[in-house]
């Protein structure tokens, strides 16, 4: 892959130390911002490939850089917060970020990050999204039809369950929210009603795990959502 240009967003200079050390090691090339007005120009003037944007910063909130950065890119960002922000990094994955890191990570968590973001870019830039079946390892979707299959077998899903199952594989590489998803899937109506989105997802991770060693295709994130994984690659 071509090296990837990355806007490393941190006000505290050890940690962006160690993030843009690691970039540099790996044959990434990187701008840093350490604020958010400063973020929001370097991303707008010279379109990194990928952000990685620290939550809390002086002037701003992290947040708002991704509402702005939003109204005009789809590129990809990664949040980085502390353990105990879990509702930042859900108001952040709402507000479109794709991807979240929590302090204190690893060099191999950061990269592993990068790694799944990439796939995820060049999908973009494939225009996986729009193609017409959509597949994943063993999975097969084919939305003219509104059939799943693993491997040649039809999968049974029940309407919702194919929609849950649709909306993953459309943001295969992005976690999404239990309220985005109840959202998307239900209207707003449903938009507290987690416990029955554990209840979906549950019977269908069973029919998409089913054979015991089959790859995983849907990472639970405890207390924020799920997502669908490239499997196989
Ligand atoms: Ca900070």
Redesign the pocket.
């Known amino acids: 892959m071509s090296k990837l240009q990355i806007l490393v967003v941190?006000?505290?200079a050890p940690?962006r130390n160690l993030i843009t050390t690691t970039l540099k090691a790996h044959d990434y090339r990187f701008m840093v911002a350490a604020n958010g007005a400063d973020a929001v120009m370097e991303a707008a003037s010279r379109n990194p490939d990928i952000i990685l944007l620290?939550?809390?910063?002086?002037d701003m909130d992290g947040v708002e850089v991704i509402q702005r950065v939003r109204s005009w890119s789809h590129m990809p960002i990664i949040v980085?917060s502390a353990r105990s922000e879990d509702n930042d990094k859900i108001d952040a994955l709402d507000a479109g970020a794709d991807d979240y890191l929590t302090k204190p990570f690893s060099v191999e968590e950061l990269l592993a990050r990068l790694r799944v973001t990439q796939r995820r870019l060049a999908l973009m830039q494939a225009g996986a999204g729009s193609q017409a079946v959509f597949v994943n390892g063993c999975l097969r979707i084919d939305y003219a039809s509104g059939c799943a299959y693993l491997g040649e077998e039809e999968m049974h899903l029940t309407p919702i369950e194919y929609r849950l199952l649709c909306l993953l594989a459309q943001n295969t590489g992005k976690v999404l929210t239990h309220k985005f998803i109840t959202q998307s899937v239900w209207g707003s109506s449903w938009e507290n009603d987690v416990g029955s989105l554990r209840v979906y997802m549950a019977t269908l991770r069973k029919k998409l795990e089913k054979p015991s060693g089959s790859p995983q295709y849907i990472q639970t994130h405890v207390g924020i959502g799920y997502r669908m994984v490239r499997v196989g690659l």
């Open positions: 941190e006000d505290d940690v620290d939550l809390g910063l002086p980085i």
